[in-house]
């Protein structure tokens, strides 16, 4: 599960994957899910093992791939490395799969196992994403917030840095490591101006896909956003027809998206168009606005929290705008799963109860 870990945010469309080979109760080969998805986790742990395969047992995170893509099937890899026995932790649910991977290997006298309920759950938790965009035909949306106590990012005036400190803000940026995209909406972009790339040392390469939300294409094109997209690509969700040459000439990708009665971009839609384009994990970081919008249409999967020990006062911009709730049963609900002290601010974890 560590070893697949390190895949999540740079190897979509797939999933992040970890293979242990073991041989005599000693580890001789690892492996994980390559950035880009490829080379696959058991590849990397069957190369490493070499000779050593033959007869040992393969633990792996995932059920090993069937069909034949832009590599062979694992399941013929492990098979002709002669493995004896496989330890598989999770079924996968994508339709070329299925049961096929663990049947192959049954066929060719592989004693194939699934690892129980419990290995079960960590190993669908860690692949979450993977398992939305295949099952749901969305990724699995995290909306990232930062806030005082009092629940309020700005205050009347607007300023909002720093309302967290640096601890806080290093966390945020590993967050944005381990997505495949951070998505803002154009009020944020124009505002803020940011880059939103992940400025930890050693990962800028790790920096999602930077996803706008720009029904009218009212970026500018000299936009911090827009200038680095050669080196970090973005995506300009519009349905304007608009000066779209601009923006290509700059390397940025401009996505038609379905929009409301309203003249809004329609979220819902937007998530199946990332989901098409490989999209398994989205943050969503900004702003207000946006943060309400997917909240109250019901597609915040997880919520990462930071809080800061301070309170600005009820004429401060609030998190959340008007939801429309009348009743109480009607209230999204979540289930934390965790806090982190990052100095004195705190990060706390919650996903959406089914």
């Known amino acids: 599960m560590a070893l697949a870990a390190r895949g999540l945010g740079n190897v979509w469309p797939n999933p ?146 720093w309302i967290t400190g640096a601890e806080a803000r290093a966390r945020g940026h590993l967050l944005r490591a381990e997505h495949d995209a951070i998505l803002i909406g154009i009020g944020t972009a124009l505002a803020d101006d940011p880059e939103l790339t992940c400025r930890l040392p050693g990962m800028a390469a790790q920096s999602p896909v930077r996803v706008v939300l720009d029904s009218r294409l009212r970026l500018p094109p000299d936009s911090r956003l827009a200038r680095g997209a050669v080196e970090h690509p973005l995506w300009l969700l519009t349905g304007a027809d608009g000066e779209a040459a601009s923006f290509k000439s700059r390397g940025c990708k401009v996505i038609p998206a379905e929009l409301n009665s309203d003249g809004r971009i329609d979220l819902a839609a937007a998530l199946e168009t990332l989901a098409g384009r490989g999209i398994t994990r989205l943050l969503v970081e900004g702003g207000s606005a946006v943060g309400t919008a997917f909240l109250a249409a019901g597609l915040v999967d997880n919520l990462a929290w930071f809080r800061a020990p301070s309170l600005i006062g009820g004429d401060g911009l609030p998190v959340f705008g008007a939801l429309g709730l009348t009743v109480l049963a009607h209230i999204p609900r979540f289930q934390r799963q965790g806090i982190e002290s990052l100095g004195d601010d705190v990060l706390e974890s919650y996903v959406q109860r089914g």
């Open 16 to 161: 992040a994957v970890g293979c242990v080979v073991v041989r005599d109760g000693r580890i001789v080969g690892r492996g994980w899910t390559q950035p880009g998805g490829r080379p696959h986790a058991e590849s990397m742990a069957l190369q490493q093992a070499g000779d050593q395969a033959r007869g040992a047992t393969a633990y792996v995170s995932l059920e090993p791939c069937a069909h034949h893509g832009q590599t062979p099937p694992c399941a013929e890899a492990l098979i002709a490395a002669g493995i004896a026995r496989a330890v598989i932790a999770a079924p996968d649910p994508d339709p070329r799969v299925d049961g096929r991977g663990a049947e192959m290997l049954r066929a060719a006298g592989i004693a194939a196992e699934m690892a129980g309920p419990a290995m079960a759950r960590r190993a669908a938790a860690l692949n979450a994403g993977f398992l939305s965009k295949i099952n749901r035909n969305r990724p699995l949306v995290t909306l990232k917030l930062a806030s005082t106590l009092d629940g309020r990012i700005a205050t009347a005036g607007g300023e909002s840095q």
